[in-house]
């Protein structure tokens, strides 16, 4: 495979990951949300605190949502490769609720083709 080609595969499959999360997470799917993060995944959501594996990252997604948050939506997106495996996704976000910004969404790529999160560091406003 060529580097052009690598280079598009992590960036498409950062693209798709983001996109079903969305999915799950405007459905009210926390479970769904969770599957989306590595196993030992590890979300930093400002002011709420620190999440380090896929349990405790759904159990905070539940919550948002059992709280009435939902429509999230995404602006100013940039993904950023960091190398063939995996690329950083940065962007503004508001749902019905609250807003703020996504700093750092550490997408790496699976031994599927599909990319996972490793790290998701947000801020609420």
Not at 3 to 9: K, M, P, V, W
Not at 31 to 41: L, P
């Amino acid at each position: 495979m060529s580097e052009t080609a690598t280079r598009t595969t992590i960036m498409e499959a950062a693209i798709v990951g983001s996109e079903k999360w969305k999915g799950f997470f405007n459905s009210g799917n926390a479970a769904g949300c969770a599957s989306c993060y590595e196993e030992g995944a590890v979300m930093i959501a400002t002011p709420f605190g620190k999440f380090t594996g896929r349990q405790a990252i759904e159990e905070f997604w539940t919550k948002i949502i059992d709280d009435g948050f939902k429509d999230v939506n995404y602006t100013d997106v940039l993904v950023k490769e960091v190398d063939e495996n995996s690329a950083i996704l940065s962007a503004n976000w508001t749902m019905n609720n609250a807003g703020g910004v996504i700093t750092h969404e550490l997408w790496v790529l699976q031994d599927d083709g599909t990319a996972k999160l490793r790290e998701d560091h947000f801020e609420a406003k």
